[in-house]
């Protein structure tokens, strides 16, 4: 059963009002619902049909008369009057055995909710679906200290509690929460003097994990006036954070539930790009009030209508805070790693997909993140005073809606006068585009000619040419800048561009900060690469030289086993030594790609990636890294070594990666001396696991790591951290079988998405050691994908993407993954998510 964007059709009913009351207990928790009905002006088909999964029904009445209903596997159906009526029902739930985190659960005796997308089924008997919204009541009965739900209390006794929403919302929205928790509260005062009450709930222990996400709930809520003059709507503002959690959070209205590991945080047991992801997710979280709440979905074929947009708020926010160009560049690292894959593999779908099985299962890279990309897209072509008056139209025209893409893109070209038909396929066609350029020079112009390609794919098989803004400059040849930042804006298949009256041949900087998701490839000579890693002033770039030297110098070491490029060492040698430079940006300056990402390189270019060559080779390069920086490691290191209070912010984090990189560095010549004394003297998580990384590198870390697991065992988040480490740092032939140990460890919670993910996750990551020739990472990963699926079907489904990849190796490799896509397929009652996950990778060629 495949649903259609084109199917869309309104429901037959307007709702004015619920109202629910929950009896909670962990095996029958009743669910009284209470709905005014009223036909839908605008819709031709009447008939009545409420979703409901996993629900005993006790009874139903419409206007107060019992009433028959027609019950299937997805919902009931009933005869309704043609005239405004009021449903009521009474169900009955067991969240103690919802193991699929969908809907009302328990996690470590708490309840809490999660229902995008289709999770309210779960609850009660409802049109579960985005564009039916409507005013919420929540009355909630149980013997918890805490009982919580969307908008603002209006009444609680000992053991009751009653919330009234005022603003219409989705039932994707609703949130439920009850449980022994403590609050950290706050206060803020927003822009016209609402005074928000705000609390960070956490079970009693995780106190002393709050004060940063606090810090970043508030400045998100200030960033959101200053830069997008919008305001919080409630008289609270409430965040929970929950163990056992499928995604990273969740925007309920006025009740954000989080993954505790997104959120919880102190110095000892988080690391810097803890902190940083923390406050990313919390900004997200809370833009989305905005962006997604006030106005939300249509339907979820929208979802990027709300995730890539507020993906995009909360990149901006981070950049606000913290430094950009490094957001930037750590941004389309990420873009590459997970994004990159999807649309080059047989997961490949638009930014807005148009049919789907499952709709969890397209909570992309694509999605979330493509979908930023294109907003970025469109704010270079129209400008960012445009941008800033077409967001206030959208703000203004669709306030209180349930919207769609083409509202969103109208309100580019009302304000603009321009049309966005052809920018529109970013939407609505799959692939990432090639973008090859060829240089002519002549007479002092230099013309580039460029050429766009996108690979068909099943979704996309006859792709046409997209707008790519291409933003380029000129570098002269004593390393002047000369010519700015120009937006070339391609809408041809072949189009060109010319720079006039130039006194000598220059070096062109393309695709500078990234202006398009889009591979590049630019014949330039490593000479005039090295040029622009030394002179171009457009920092992204400057690193993307950086980069394409590192996968020159990488391919040969990987397939003849060459020594490493001497001009590429000296090079990144050069910069990361710059005192001038931003210590963060000097870090990413050493940096390599993935071995994903060569194996993804050598398989375009006509190769068969081998995962231990790769391996091998990267390994080279790390080794010839350390010899070339020698003693300057150490210097670099003593400089950066940070003597004050420990601070998550961004100046503090950048001196720890690069000192920490440097000690990567040191590790691979002293023994571990160095990372020894790191690890016993740490008082900051991001010093200590950066210490135990280095030493499980060169096999030094049993004793580190006895000791940290003795320091952390009662800490579940740290532990996550023990798991992955050591997994991530085994070598190629023993990941497997590091990882099946941890399953034995009485820690590993398997049904706890975290920690599974901090093994499987780290498994599948690891790429040679997943890809190892014995198929032992296949195997192991399979096993475990068909024990959870029963369990949790989404986190299974998302871990099947570990296999996505699978068609760019030898054929050995094919069989054996092949054989594990089969066996996982053949078990019986596989879930929906995984069912949809593995015929789609198994199937495209
Ligand atoms: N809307 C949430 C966010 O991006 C993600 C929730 C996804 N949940 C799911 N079951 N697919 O912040
Ligand atoms: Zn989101």
């Not at 350029?437 to 580039?448: C, N, P, Q, R, Y």
């Not at 690979?455 to 098989?461: E, F, Q, R, T």
């Not at 670099?636 to 000192?659: C, F, K, M, N, W």
Request: glycine fraction near 6%; charged fraction near 25%.
């Amino acid at each position: 059963n495949t649903v259609y964007l084109s199917d869309y059709t309104p429901f037959g009913f307007i709702v004015d009002s619920v109202a629910l009351e929950f009896d909670l207990d962990p095996r029958h928790t009743r669910v009284k619902s209470r709905i005014a009905f009223r036909p839908n002006p605008d819709a031709t088909d009447r008939r009545f049909f409420l979703h409901g999964e996993n629900l005993r029904l006790i009874s139903a009445r419409i206007d107060g008369h019992d009433v028959t209903c027609t019950l299937t596997e997805e919902g009931l159906t009933c005869d309704v009057p043609d005239a405004p009526f009021i449903w009521e029902a009474e169900v009955e739930i067991a969240p103690i055995e919802n193991t699929a985190l969908e809907g009302l659960y328990m996690s470590n005796g708490m309840y809490c909710t999660q229902c995008e997308a289709e999770g309210f089924r779960k609850i009660t008997y409802y049109p579960d679906r985005p564009d039916v919204m409507s005013v919420f009541t929540v009355t909630i009965n149980g013997p918890h200290p805490v009982l919580l739900s969307n908008g603002n209390p209006v009444a609680a006794t000992e053991h009751q509690a009653e919330w009234h929403d005022p603003w219409p919302k989705p039932a994707y929205l609703f949130a439920l929460v009850a449980g022994d928790l403590v609050a950290h509260s706050d206060r803020f005062t927003t822009m016209n003097g609402r005074e928000v009450d705000l609390n960070l709930y956490v079970r009693p222990g995780d106190e002393d994990k709050c004060a940063f996400g606090m810090q970043a709930l508030k400045a998100s809520m200030k960033w959101d006036e200053d830069v997008y003059g919008r305001e919080y709507d409630l008289d609270l503002f409430n965040i929970v954070a929950v163990d056992d959690f499928n995604m990273g959070a969740m925007e309920n209205k006025g009740l954000n539930i989080f993954n505790s590991s997104a959120v919880l945080a102190s110095p000892q047991t988080s690391t810097d790009m803890n902190f940083e992801r923390i406050e990313a997710i919390i900004a997200h979280e809370y833009f989305h009030n905005w962006t997604g709440n006030r106005i939300t979905c249509r339907d979820w074929f929208q979802l990027c209508l709300k995730e890539g947009l507020t993906v995009f708020r909360d990149s901006q926010f981070t950049s606000d805070m913290r430094s950009a160009p490094v957001k930037r560049i750590a941004d389309v690292i990420d873009l590459r790693a997970r994004q990159f894959p999807e649309d080059q593999g047989p997961l490949s779908h638009p930014v807005r997909p148009e049919s789907f099985q499952e709709i969890n299962n397209f909570y992309t890279a694509t999605v979330y993140e493509k979908g930023a990309e294109v907003i970025r897209m469109l704010k270079t072509l129209v400008g960012d005073e445009a941008y800033d008056r077409a967001l206030a139209l959208y703000f203004d025209r669709h306030d209180g809606q349930a919207c769609t893409i083409e509202d969103w893109l109208k309100v580019f070209e009302d304000t603009t006068g321009r049309s966005l038909a052809q920018f529109k396929r970013w939407y609505s066609q799959a692939g990432t585009p090639r973008l090859k350029v060829s240089e002519s020079w002549e007479d002092g112009i230099l013309t580039l000619t460029f050429r766009q390609d996108t690979k068909p794919s099943a979704a996309s098989p006859d792709p046409k040419p997209q707008i790519i803004p291409i933003a380029t400059g000129l570098i002269g040849p004593d390393g002047e800048e000369v010519a700015e930042t120009r937006i070339l804006e391609m809408s041809e298949a072949t189009q060109s561009f010319s720079f006039e009256g130039l006194a000598r041949r220059p070096v062109p900087s393309i695709l500078r900060g990234f202006s398009a998701p889009v591979m590049l490839e630019h014949d330039l000579s490593d000479a005039d690469r090295t040029h622009l890693l030394a002179h171009d002033t457009d920092p992204f770039n400057r690193w993307e030289s950086a980069r394409t030297l590192a996968r020159g110098s990488l391919l040969p070491m990987i397939h003849d086993g060459a020594g490493a490029d001497p001009a590429f060492l000296d090079a990144i040698r050069k910069v990361v030594a710059d005192d001038t430079l931003d210590p963060a940006y000097r870090a990413l300056m050493l940096g390599l790609p993935t071995q994903s990402e060569l194996a993804a390189l050598i398989h375009a270019e006509g190769g068969t990636p081998m995962p231990e060559k790769i391996h091998a080779g990267v390994e080279a390069m790390r080794d010839a890294m350390a010899e070339t920086f020698g003693d300057a490691a150490q210097r670099i290191r003593d400089t950066h070594l940070v003597s004050a209070p420990y601070d998550p912010g961004a100046e503090q984090a950048g001196q720890r990666s690069l000192a920490n990189a440097m000690l990567s560095l040191i590790t691979r010549r002293d023994g571990g001396a160095a990372a020894q004394a790191q690890f016993d003297s740490a008082d900051n998580m991001t010093n200590q696991l950066a210490a135990l990384a280095a030493l499980l590198h060169i096999d030094r870390g049993s004793e580190a790591l006895a000791a940290f697991e003795a320091q952390w065992k009662d800490d579940r988040l740290v532990m996550d951290k023990w798991f992955g480490l050591q997994v991530t740092q085994a070598r190629p032939e023993e990941a497997a079988s590091v990882a099946e140990a941890l399953t034995d460890h009485p820690d590993f919670t398997w049904q706890t998405p975290n920690r599974f993910r901090a093994v499987f996750g780290a498994l599948a990551m690891h790429h040679a050691g997943f890809h190892h020739a014995s198929g032992k990472g296949y195997r192991l990963l399979a096993d475990w994908l068909i024990r959870l699926d029963p369990k949790n079907p989404q986190t299974t489904a998302r871990m099947c993407s570990a296999f996505q990849t699978w068609k760019r190796y030898d054929a050995d490799r094919q069989a054996l993954i092949a054989a594990e896509l089969d066996r996982i397929l053949s078990t019986p009652k596989l879930s929906r998510d995984t069912t949809e996950m593995l015929t789609r990778i198994r199937g495209a060629s």
